[in-house]
């Protein structure tokens, strides 16, 4: 069966300092990444998706970024963070075209302080 | 404007009631629609997904897709207050494209 690991589960940051969230997937070959940002009280955003090895689409310009360097390991990243980057990370994988369901890690609560 | 629109509620209601859950979207590429639940600091769990236009039902749920009026809804009968969650509407593209779009999810609290 397919999991979907993700960490840290908490996280807290001073301002300014990096950030380095991974997620990995296994059980699998070729999925769909996803790296979402849900804020307090509010829905899904969806941040970077990526395809395949190297191949990142950026949804919304912001303070981070995303690298996929193996097929099953995907990166979010910052090099120095805000205090708007805090709130609940999520990443998903989607296993098109066979399947619509997207499966979730755990999710990283990062709070900037 | 927002690819997905949701209205974040939040929305109580009786045991028992029906409840209505709706999205609007903007992109005309979207062919599969998904509705999510969501219990508080945990993921998204699929309730259920429809692709293109119709209706679909599953127990207590009811999914409808008006691919003409860029409109989708998730219908709850007899409501319970183990319901209450928040509730996201989720949208996709056929080939071509890999975007996965969520709204913004609506509270949705059963009272006993």
């Known amino acids: 069966s397919q999991t979907i690991h993700q960490w840290p589960a908490t996280l807290v940051q001073p301002v300014g300092s990096p950030l380095s969230l991974e997620c990995t997937v296994e059980?699998?070959?070729?999925?769909?990444l996803y790296w979402y940002r849900q804020a307090a009280g509010r829905g899904l955003q969806l941040l970077f998706y990526?395809?395949?090895?190297?191949?990142i689409s950026s949804e919304v310009p912001q303070n981070l970024s995303a690298s996929r360097p193996q097929d099953r390991q995907f990166i979010l990243s910052s090099k120095k963070l805000l205090l708007s980057d805090s709130g609940f990370y999520l990443c998903a994988w989607i296993r098109w075209p066979s399947d619509t369901e997207a499966f979730f890690g755990q999710g990283t609560r990062l709070t900037v302080v | 404007q927002k690819e997905v629109e949701q209205d974040p509620g939040p929305l109580s209601v009786p045991e028992g009631a029906i409840v209505s859950l709706n999205c609007t979207y903007s992109n005309s590429a979207f062919q599969y629609f998904m509705w999510y639940r969501q219990y508080s600091r945990k993921g998204p769990e699929l309730l259920m997904y429809?692709?293109?236009?119709g209706n679909k039902e599953d127990g207590r749920f009811t999914a409808q897709v008006d691919k003409s009026s860029k409109y989708i809804s998730l219908f709850i009968r007899d409501s319970q207050p183990s319901d209450s969650a928040t509730y996201l509407c989720a949208m996709s593209g056929n080939s071509g494209t890999y975007k996965y779009i969520f709204g913004t999810g609506t509270r949705l609290k059963v009272l006993a």
């Open positions: 429809t692709y293109s236009s």
């Open positions: 059980g699998t070959s070729n999925p769909n």
């Open positions: 990526s395809v395949g090895i190297g191949q």
